[in-house]
């Protein structure tokens, strides 16, 4: 039948007898949505800053604590920034040796309205590496530059015709030079480390782009600026901070403070485009905080690992301290097993580059440590990398001349080293790096040759090593046995590729003459020991897991890893345990989610997301920012998502099914995998060739057909349910594994965003940003001249904070006091018996000061100035101890009150004070 012209009258009736049929026989079935990827045109498309502001951290209020600093650098200048007397900035450089004494602490009282304001925010601005603040209609932008050694603070909205200040401090004990000239303030001072007779040192220079700026010299350990905003409210304070040596400081001052053009948005916004992007959902936000975890830790290694040296000693990060000059450990020197979590975190995150300052240290002292091999190895050939080493190439460790400990004959770090090495070139293809670094790979498997043993059972043996720190003086460790079984064959190559085949020979000989892994029974199991002998244990770290991670020798199959790992005898209880990247390649995907939200539970105490060290802690009265766990908890997601060390990539191999993901991994040959992840289930593969190769590919849906496609298309690999895939790959191609049943052109394409956080996230009791809080009380009848630490009033109420360095707080106190002027204590000085001037007090008017003290120490320890106060018969309640009340009416003035103590070591809590206006 041809088909006839419809007329507008038929069709209107044909369309109205039709529609009426439809609503007879029920509504129209709804096309479920198309699934989406964010995979197109041969990657995983984001949008960064979205992608990246999901993880800012929000400030809701001022940090007004220390603690509760935020981070800004540019891998050689770090600073710690928080609202204390206004706007505080502790400058801190990465190579101010011995002991990373600060540079100094800038502070602008004329920022606190901005801080006290009702409509406050802030946000520390990841992609942007600032900052940001407004409140009261001003607002701050502070950033390190991330292409000069320079603090920048940027402010908008002050009253151009009132005068501000800004000022450079340090803090008892220092002794800088200080200098002003013209419109520019300095302090600079220099370190000589009497081990070495190197001088490092530091300037801080200060200038502003204001009107009216003048600079001077305000006492021996503080320059100011005087200067009145532009006309518009707006003023610029720079601060230039280059490493010093001595000379003419005003000419150092003069050249830190010139400025050339800014890079600094285009280095961030450059950086965070090439880092293997991770997005996490959930329903319980445990997904989202790990995540924000992640960011941060890529933020963090972009802020401190860009210098001469690696930034953290002991895991502290010295650069963003905000501690004066107090932190753990030594700090001038490091320990490997506390960076190689960054290493490997960096590398699968695809910011490898971050390493340099890690292989640059251990390259520029090779001479240093063969030296130190061949002076305190007896017997020894080659280097023998120390556990712990000295900025300066001293060690303590790789010493067989003196009596063990921690760390004097752990040798496995050398091991780590060239593995390290060697995994930066399969994952940058660095060749440039590896030849630097043959000469060194080689010394450390000599020095592995010449410490090797013949015993009467044919095995080559290591005596009187250790096994990391946990036995002294033992034999045959995991990790050396594990470290040479991997690293021989490389070096083994690499020796023959440059033709020295005698000494490749010896390596091959040694592998298989090394002995077998010692099991022992641990908890009705048959377990890897942690090395050939039975010595106690002196730390609580877990050698026997380390054939797992680092060295890759076992995997998920391995019966007698999966019972290893079962009854370790220490599972994360410090916040350098690998224990969740060891469950992810076991594939125990809950135990990854487990221990990841546990060890958010047992270190992440502070709000900007850096550490402790162990379980237990409370942020005031810590001094120390550690990053390794952050380094462990990337590891961990990145090998929960995608694993590819023994030669297969496997896709979501131990990924929380609760915790849907889009994301990518870098792998070793410069590969990118990515892949996206609802309720377990990958929806497909993409790979992005880093160069020709052929790789394994695990099927990600087992038993189901999939083939492989370029990104044109074209089928590289036909239909298949083989367990695992042979894909050839070209140089800079891409690729997708999908399903057959459900290709990619199956689904819509949403490119990877995000919106910016817009609150404080919280994970049980943990924080990522700063909540709202009772800002320090401003009171025109008392301030405290000395010490500096009790200078920040409190609003005397419940709740209250009553000490700098506790988290005790205020439960009921007497009416008269309530609302009134405390002055905290300071819990550390319990015992102090001195000064007599221990706290002085300015009055501007007549006042009563009252006094709280633990009544453990009436008849005990109580000092004699305390008879200069009468009691009141009233107590103050606070989550510590009932407190005693006194009080003494005095005259406007100084007020000088004593020590807690009138008995040395003796003293329990430290008093409290209080002041009324009478």
């Not at 199959?557 to 009854?567: I, V």
Request: aromatic residues 8%.
């Amino acid at each position: 039948m041809p088909v006839g012209r419809w007329t507008l009258p038929i069709l209107v009736t044909l369309l109205a007898t039709s529609a009426g049929s439809l609503a007879a026989a029920g509504p129209i079935p709804q096309t479920e949505p198309r699934p989406t990827t964010a995979w197109h045109d041969g990657a995983l498309r984001t949008d960064p800053a979205g992608l990246v502001a999901r993880s800012d951290l929000v400030q809701e209020g001022p940090p007004w604590r220390a603690y509760q600093a935020m981070p800004l650098g540019n891998g050689v200048l770090g600073a710690a920034v928080w609202a204390e007397k206004g706007f505080s900035a502790q400058l801190n450089r990465v190579d101010t040796f011995p002991d990373l004494k600060s540079a100094g602490r800038l502070v602008v009282p004329g920022l606190d309205p901005l801080m006290r304001a009702s409509d406050y925010k802030g946000r520390l601005a990841l992609y942007d590496g600032q900052l940001v603040q407004s409140g009261g209609g001003m607002s701050a932008r502070s950033y390190v530059r991330a292409d000069a050694d320079q603090f920048v603070l940027e402010v908008t909205g002050a009253d151009p015709g009132k005068t501000q200040t800004a000022d450079l401090k340090l803090w008892p004990g220092r002794t800088p030079i200080t200098s002003a000239a013209g419109a520019v303030a300095a302090l600079a001072e220099t370190f000589k480390d009497d081990a070495s007779g190197g001088v490092t040192g530091a300037v801080a220079a200060l200038t502003a782009q204001a009107r009216d700026v003048s600079a001077t010299v305000v006492g021996p350990l503080t320059v100011r600026l005087t200067f009145r905003p532009n006309r518009d409210g707006s003023f610029r304070l720079v601060v230039g901070v280059p490493s010093y040596k001595g000379g003419d400081v005003k000419a150092a001052a003069r050249h830190a403070v010139v400025e050339s053009h800014s890079n600094h948005l285009a280095w961030w916004h450059d950086y965070w485009a090439k880092a293997a992007p991770m997005r996490i959902t959930s329903a319980d936000g445990t997904g989202e905080y790990v995540e924000n975890l992640r960011t941060l830790q890529l933020y963090t290694m972009a802020a401190s690992m860009r210098g001469p040296v690696p930034s953290t000693h002991g895991a502290v990060v010295r650069m963003f301290s905000s501690s004066q000059d107090q932190a753990d450990w030594d700090q001038d020197a490091y320990w490997h097993f506390n960076l190689r979590m960054l290493v490997s975190a960096n590398l699968g995150a695809g910011v490898g580059d971050l390493n340099a300052p890690y292989f640059d240290f251990y390259l520029d002292q090779a001479a240093a440590m063969k030296e130190w091999t061949r002076t305190h190895w007896t017997g020894a050939r080659g280097i023998c990398v120390p556990e712990f080493l000295r900025y300066d190439g001293t060690a303590d460790g790789c010493d067989n001349t003196s009596e063990p400990n921690y760390t004097t004959r752990i040798l496995s770090s050398g091991a780590e080293l060239v593995n390290n090495i060697w995994q930066q070139y399969r994952y940058t293809g660095d060749r440039a790096l590896l030849n630097r670094s043959y000469p060194l790979m080689r010394e450390v498997a000599d020095f592995y040759l010449s410490a090797l043993t013949p015993g009467e059972d044919g095995y080559l043996h290591l005596e009187h090593v250790n096994a990391l720190e946990m036995q002294w003086d033992t034999n045959d460790p995991t990790p050396d046995l594990a470290g040479m079984r991997v690293i021989f064959p490389i070096v083994a190559d690499l020796a023959s590729a440059r033709g020295d085949d005698a000494f490749a020979g010896q390596l091959r000989d040694a592998v298989g003459k090394l002995p077998p892994f010692r099991t022992v029974q641990r908890g009705g199991e048959e377990v890897l020991a942690w090395s050939g002998t039975d010595e106690e244990a002196h730390n609580t770290q877990n050698p026997e897991m380390e054939a797992l991670w680092p060295w890759g020798l076992c995997d998920e199959t391995s019966g007698l890893m999966q019972a290893t790992y079962r009854q370790r005898v220490y599972p994360q209880d410090k916040d350098w345990g690998m224990d969740a990247t060891w469950a992810a390649r076991l594939g125990r995907s809950d135990e990854v989610k487990r221990l990841l939200l546990k060890g958010i539970a047992d270190f992440q105490i502070y709000p900007n997301g850096f550490t402790v060290h162990r379980p237990g802690q409370e942020a005031v009265r810590n001094h120390s920012f550690y990053n390794e766990w952050g380094g462990v908890v990337t590891t961990g997601l990145q090998e929960a998502l995608v694993q590819s060390y023994d030669g297969v990539v496997d896709v979501v191999p131990a990924w929380p099914s609760d915790w849907d993901v889009s994301g990518s991994v870098q792998i070793e040959g410069g590969h990118r995998i990515s892949t996206e992840v609802h309720g377990g289930v990958p929806n497909l593969v993409g790979i992005e060739a880093g160069g020709k190769d052929t790789l394994r590919v695990r099927n990600p849906w087992p038993g189901q057909q999939v083939r492989v496609i370029d990104d044109h298309g074209r089928a590289v690999v036909a239909p298949t349910t083989a367990d695992v895939l042979t894909v050839p790959v070209a140089a800079h191609a891409s690729y997708v594994v999908e399903r057959v049943a459900v290709p990619l052109s199956s689904y819509r394409f949403v490119p990877l965003t995000g919106a910016p956080a817009d609150a404080v996230k919280t994970v049980g009791n943990r924080i990522l940003g700063v909540p709202a809080s009772e800002p320090p009380l401003l009171s025109d009848l008392v301030s405290v001249r000395t010490p500096e630490k009790l200078s920040n009033l409190v609003k005397a109420q419940t709740g209250a904070p009553i000490y700098v360095d506790r988290s005790y707080t205020i439960t009921d106190l007497p009416a008269q006091l309530t609302g009134q002027a405390l002055v905290p204590g300071a819990n550390d000085d319990s015992k102090a018996t001195g000064p007599t001037d221990y706290v002085t007090l300015d009055l501007s008017r007549p006042a009563t000061v009252y006094v709280a003290f633990d009544p453990r120490g009436e008849g005990n320890w109580w000092p004699g100035w305390l008879s200069s106060f009468a009691r009141t018969g009233e107590t103050v309640g606070t989550t510590d101890q009932r407190l005693i009340l006194f009080k003494r009416d005095v005259p406007a003035g100084q007020l000088a009150l004593g020590p807690n103590s009138g008995i040395v070591d003796k003293g329990n809590s430290t008093y409290i004070t209080f002041v009324t206006a009478r």
